[in-house]
């Protein structure tokens, strides 16, 4: 399974907005409270669930050997239609 940014934002996204939602009283307007800083706390916390979340299923990355043969060679193009068009130089590495 790829790692997707978009899905680890959209997950602290919406855990943030729960959390916020679930800290927040009904009325905003508290003097004395601490709102702000409890609004930030829940924010930071929702990303970081959502990031602890959205990365739980990712497995180890593919094994890469570093820097292996390359080569160039011609391989053919074709259009939309599958008629061949031409050929063009690919990189090819081992």
């Known amino acids: 399974m790829k790692f997707s940014m978009r899905k680890s934002l959209l997950g602290g996204l919406a855990a943030a907005a729960l959390v916020t939602a679930a800290a927040t009283p009904a009325s905003a307007y508290c003097p004395g409270c601490w709102v702000g800083p ?53 990189r090819v590495c081992r």
């Open 38 to 90: 409890g609004v930030a706390a829940g924010v930071i916390g929702g990303m970081a669930l959502g990031a602890a979340a959205a990365g739980a299923a990712n497995g180890p990355g593919p094994y890469y050997d570093g820097p292996g043969e390359c080569w160039m060679e011609r391989r053919p193009m074709y259009d939309e239609y599958g008629n061949f068009i031409g050929r063009r130089r690919v």
